[in-house]
């Protein structure tokens, strides 16, 4: 067969921006490698039909042979493109030098995979190392342009009716977490960040897990035992725990394993999950059929810290008088009680208040945590929260109006 010149493209300051994002991941290192992909000029790997030797010129004296791209299947068998950065990152993952290959931008890749009726979920960068993923749904949010809605790959159309919800996940949906995800997608500030954050907080999901001893027939209220085992998403080389916003969007999950069903989680358990030393993901990745969006671990327990009461082993008297002089200012507070907590193994002090007025709850949480920090780590809760009931039982208050 007659060989196709080798490619001698390179992506300097794409290689660079996919290593940032990889040790770094956030909006501002992935809009970098995002703005450098379309940018890039990357090498596909192709399959030709026939031989140059075989074909007939034409009156031009061309010789036109049909070639088409090469696809790879991650576990899930969801198809991907590989593309190439440069003729090194190839060969690493092929090691074979007469291999046919073809260059190939962004816009090609995009008219490519955003027709209809293309079996394939994107393009799988370096996969051999740096294995970033560029889905179908995030080219079109970057062409502006809609994913046409019967596309096989996406997997946005068909539902899989076979995930069932289970203990009223079919009634759960979190609004203000997608508006809030969207608008990050769209707006790198610490505004659209919060928001998202606060979001995640408070809201309750849909999380894939497959039951075992999970009775046939269940009453309404009816309480029931059962072993949950909590499904994971693979997402280049690392394992992520998929939170849905909905079942529906779970349900966009055409490759789910078998007897998969939705469950409730709150992000405390997602968290709880990952603070295992067995759990082997790597963070929390938010309706990855929809809006992908990705934390890593250490940003999760940043987001919400994973705490376990403790009791103090030195009691700080200068504090206690410090958040005394303050809450004596304060009409709305009938009482403060102070207990040890651990957030994210870091020893610290957990204030509990009793406040009349909710919606000063905030201000004053603020102000306390204020004055506690100078003392070492502190969390503020208030009375009636689950932490707050359990942390005052057998104890006395250090402060009473």
């Known amino acids: 067969m007659a060989q196709l010149k080798k490619p001698t493209v390179k992506n300097p300051d794409l290689t660079a921006a996919m290593a940032a994002f990889k040790q770094k991941q956030n909006p501002t290192?992935?809009?970098?490698?995002?703005?450098?992909?379309?940018?890039?000029?990357?090498?596909?790997?192709?399959?030709?039909?026939?031989?140059?030797?075989?074909?007939?010129?034409?009156?031009?004296?061309?010789?036109?042979?049909?070639?088409?791209?090469?696809?790879?299947?991650?576990?899930?068998?969801?198809?991907?493109?590989?593309?190439?950065?440069?003729?090194?990152?190839?060969?690493?993952?092929?090691?074979?030098?007469?291999?046919?290959?073809?260059?190939?931008?962004?816009?090609?890749?995009?008219?490519?995979?955003?027709?209809?009726?293309?079996?394939?979920?994107?393009i799988l960068i370096n996969p051999a190392e740096a294995s970033i993923v560029i889905t179908r749904d995030k080219m079109a949010e970057l062409k502006g342009v809609p994913v046409p809605t019967n596309n096989i790959a996406n997997n946005s159309g068909k539902a899989n009716t076979k995930i069932l919800g289970l203990f009223g996940t079919e009634k759960l949906s979190n609004p203000d977490l997608v508006q809030a995800a969207g608008r990050l997608r769209q707006e790198n500030s610490p505004e659209a960040q919060n928001a998202v954050f606060q979001a995640l907080r408070t809201g309750k999901f849909v999380a894939p897990a497959i039951m075992h001893d999970l009775p046939k027939t269940v009453k309404s209220g009816e309480k029931v035992t059962a072993k949950a085992e909590f499904v994971m998403i693979n997402q280049g080389d690392k394992k992520f725990l998929p939170i849905f916003s909905s079942l529906s969007e779970l349900q966009k999950w055409t490759s789910a394993p078998e007897k998969c069903c939705g469950v409730p989680l709150t992000l405390a358990q997602y968290t709880d999950m990952l603070s295992s030393p067995k759990n082997s993901a790597s963070g929390i990745v938010i309706d990855p059929f929809t809006l992908?969006?990705?934390?890593?671990?250490?940003?999760?327990?940043?987001?919400?810290?994973?705490?376990?009461?403790?009791?103090?082993?030195?009691?700080?008297?200068?504090?206690?008088?410090?958040?005394?002089?303050?809450?004596?200012?304060?009409?709305?507070?009938?009482?403060?009680?102070?207990?040890?907590?651990?957030?994210?193994?870091?020893?610290?002090?957990?204030?509990?208040?009793?406040?009349?007025?909710?919606?000063?709850?905030?201000?004053?949480?603020?102000?306390?945590?204020?004055?506690?920090k100078d003392h070492g780590t502190c969390v503020v809760a208030p009375i009636d929260s689950p932490m707050g009931k359990k942390a005052i039982e057998g104890k006395t208050p250090f402060y009473e109006a």
């Open 29 to 122: 290192t992935e809009k970098a490698m995002l703005d450098a992909v379309q940018a890039a000029k990357l090498i596909a790997p192709i399959a030709l039909q026939g031989s140059l030797e075989d074909i007939t010129p034409d009156e031009n004296g061309q010789r036109q042979l049909q070639a088409s791209l090469m696809a790879v299947s991650n576990k899930n068998g969801e198809k991907f493109f590989p593309a190439f950065t440069d003729w090194l990152e190839f060969l690493k993952w092929k090691n074979e030098p007469d291999e046919d290959t073809m260059v190939l931008s962004f816009d090609q890749y995009c008219d490519i995979l955003l027709k209809q009726n293309v079996d394939i979920r994107g």
């Open 292 to 372: 992908g969006l990705a934390f890593m671990k250490d940003q999760v327990l940043k987001i919400m810290p994973r705490l376990e009461l403790t009791e103090l082993k030195v009691i700080p008297f200068d504090m206690l008088q410090d958040l005394s002089n303050y809450l004596k200012t304060i009409s709305d507070v009938n009482c403060a009680y102070l207990s040890g907590v651990k957030t994210n193994d870091t020893e610290g002090h957990l204030i509990i208040l009793d406040v009349d007025d909710k919606e000063k709850l905030k201000e004053i949480a603020d102000a306390v945590a204020k004055i506690a």
